[in-house]
């Protein structure tokens, strides 16, 4: 990358050419892939306003920094998996555009596309759908982690304390025990553990389910398919009865999956691969991106649209909700989307696997209630220049993918951000004697808390 302090009699036209008007230098950054670096602007230095303190929380002398709240127009990686145009509605993996993916393939051969860069021949697909179906046990003592949290618990809390449990059961795969390098050096240790994951992570997503429902673990079936297998040990109530899930089902969960696969750099993507640039184990990984995952902004925001469809109760109070929302007196879930400013691809797809599963299981009231709002927003002129419409929100497989293109192509830093400092400046330390009462501001004494009010009266 060139970068030049005065602009040249003749400009590259692939080039941005920038003025500092502080102090009138100008340096001509080149633009690859309609983009610059944000390391340029540290050539942009000038002599730093010093306060008394002797302090510049600005750090002038080292350049100017690009601050970018939420990663609005950042980006920290180039990729060869993923690409969204969200003004089209367009989204396609390694080339394949989704509709054909979700129409000719499955679920796996898509996790070794997106991991792998290409489509598996008959050989490597066998060999992948073999060793996946076949580390799909648990060992015993993660089955006990998992059966230890409590009935009631959220189905993300124990599949994020089980991936974070999974790693102190593969010393083998932990940097921290075999040397840091161990996943930049060894690509057969990579691979193992990719498979390892892909494999357990359906009995894991079962078993946290089956906590909830407070029934016994089922264990997997490595002569079934991916999905028929997860939803064996989801429904299946003994090992003795032979359950066959229903092949529709497992059909629409297999496109569900495909469709979820991987969604280029949102945040618990880009969570995988900030956690893995530290080149920690990937089950920590795995463990910190499902937790991001968890959040209401994130996958969570499926759980809020159930939420708000039950409150919501029938297609004859549709009208009133959605008024109420105009007026913000409601919020409504579901529609608009970061990246598309058209209609989600995914979501035309999961319509008509919707109709599938309704074949099998019949059709739910609220599903009625979806429906309609869906209808009756995509025709009122208030939602649709706002452009909000019904957005699509399995993450594994893209999630390794990332990671495993971090670790094989990557500059090997750890991903650390900058920040703007706007907090106090340079100041000393006060003792508590002589520390003035605060009124009004926040602090301890605002928070509710668990104790009594006696006690604690008595401890103040």
């Known amino acids: 990358m060139a970068i030049h302090n005065t602009t040249p009699a003749s400009q590259p036209k692939e080039s941005v050419t920038i003025t500092d008007n502080r102090t009138g230098k100008t340096i001509i950054v080149p633009i690859t892939n ?6 340029a602007f540290k050539a942009l230095k000038t002599t730093p306003v010093i306060s008394s303190d002797s302090i510049d929380t600005n750090d002038t002398a080292n350049g100017i920094r690009v601050f970018d709240p939420a990663y609005l127009n950042t980006a920290a990686i180039s990729s060869k998996i993923t690409f969204i145009d969200g003004d089209r509605g367009f989204l396609m993996h390694r080339g394949y555009p989704i509709e054909q993916l979700a129409e000719k393939s499955d679920f796996l051969e898509i996790a070794y596309l997106l991991i792998y860069g290409a ?40 599949f994020i304390s089980a991936f974070a449990a999974l790693g102190a059961f593969a010393p083998e795969a932990n940097p921290a025990l075999q040397g840091r390098n161990l996943y930049l050096q060894n690509k057969e240790i ?5 498979i390892r994951i892909l494999g357990k992570a359906g009995t894991v997503a079962a078993a946290s389910m089956r906590v909830r429902m407070n029934r016994p673990f089922i264990a997997p079936r490595s002569d079934y398919s991916y999905c028929e297998n997860l939803l064996y040990m989801m429904d299946s109530h003994s090992p003795g009865e032979n359950y066959k899930p229903d092949q529709r089902l497992v059909k629409a969960l297999d496109i569900l999956f495909i469709l979820h696969a991987d969604h280029e750099m949102n945040c618990s993507t880009a969570t995988m691969t900030h956690v893995g640039s530290s080149l920690v184990d990937p089950y920590s990984a795995i463990a910190a991106a499902a937790a991001a995952l968890y959040g209401p902004l994130h996958g969570g925001a499926n759980e809020a649209v159930i939420r708000m469809v039950e409150k919501i109760g029938t297609v004859e109070n549709v009208p009133i909700f959605l008024e109420k ?18 209609t989600d691809p995914r979501s035309k797809i999961i319509r008509e696997v919707a109709e599938t599963v309704f074949a099998a ?25 706002r452009q909000l419409y019904p957005n699509v929100d399995f993450w594994i497989a893209g999630w390794l993918a990332h990671w495993k293109q971090l670790l094989d192509h990557g500059n090997g830093k750890i991903w650390r951000p900058r920040q703007i400092y706007v907090g106090e400046g340079l100041r000393d330390y006060v003792p508590m004697e002589l520390r003035e009462e605060k009124e009004g501001e926040e602090g301890v004494l605002e928070l509710p808390h668990y104790q009594s009010k006696r006690r604690l009266g008595a401890k103040l």
Not at 34 to 39: D, G, H, L, V, Y
Not at 123 to 152: C, F, N, P
């Open 34 to 39: 309609n983009s610059i670096p944000a390391t």
């Open 119 to 158: 489509l598996p021949d008959k050989k490597q697909d066998a060999t992948w759908r073999y060793e996946v179906m076949h580390h799909t046990a648990l060992a015993e003592d993660v089955m006990k982690v998992i059966g230890s949290m409590r009935y009631d618990s959220h189905p993300m809390s124990v």
């Open 190 to 194: 990579m691979n193992k553990n990719i």
């Open 325 to 342: 929302v105009k007026q913000k007196e409601e919020l409504l879930f579901g529609f608009g989307h970061r990246v598309y400013r058209n």
């Open 361 to 385: 299981c019949g059709r739910e009231p609220l599903i009625e209630v979806a429906t309609a709002l869906r209808d009756a927003a995509l025709k009122d002129e208030f939602f649709v220049k």
